[in-house]
């Protein structure tokens, strides 16, 4: 008896003196809010993901926005686009630091006429998001379409839509 109440006080106190201080992965923020300059959502968009936090260091990101873009020709542009990204993704990586992999699609919406564009792509990309509510985040991406014209790489297929292929959002966490 003397044994066995030896044995459970030292298995407390060993599980007490080298245990660590456990950080629950459930407590990241889970919505962000964010402005993005190029991307999927056109020349500028606003962008609301939902982010479903699988475990520490992995999460699955859903984002939905509103941007414009117009048409290729800069100075005068013919057309002004409506454009409605829609992505899913996985982000994975230590800490603040994750890497994201996904797949998105764009429905640009030529504002005052009858037509649309729609396109998919693949999403890679860097992003900074924080670990508590309140902080801003960071995100650096490429989405390629698979209707990107790779003679200018900034305009779809069959189009004069204009598009980069290479996005920057910063926004808030909560």
Request: with cysteine; glycine share 8%.
């Amino acid at each position: 008896m003397k044994s066995q109440l030896m044995l459970i006080i030292f298995l407390t106190l060993s599980l007490s003196l080298f245990s660590q201080d456990v950080k629950f992965f459930n407590q990241r923020p889970d919505r962000n809010f964010s402005i993005g300059l190029g991307g999927d959502g056109g020349v500028i968009s606003l962008h609301h993901e939902t982010l479903k936090v699988i475990s520490y260091n992995l999460m699955i990101a859903t984002e939905m926005g509103l941007g414009a873009t117009q048409d290729f020709s800069i100075s005068e542009p013919n057309h002004y686009y409506l454009s409605l990204p829609f992505n899913l993704s996985v982000c994975f990586g230590k800490r603040v630091h994750l890497f994201e992999a996904g797949v998105g699609s764009t429905i640009h919406l030529r504002i005052n006429d009858p037509f649309y564009e729609f396109c998919v792509y693949p999403i890679i990309g860097y992003r900074i998001q924080p670990v508590k509510s309140n902080k801003m985040m960071f995100k650096l991406y490429t989405s390629i379409p698979y209707n990107l014209n790779f003679d200018s790489y900034i305009k779809l297929k069959d189009s004069d839509l204009y598009f980069l292929p290479i996005g920057i959002s910063i926004g808030k966490s909560f």
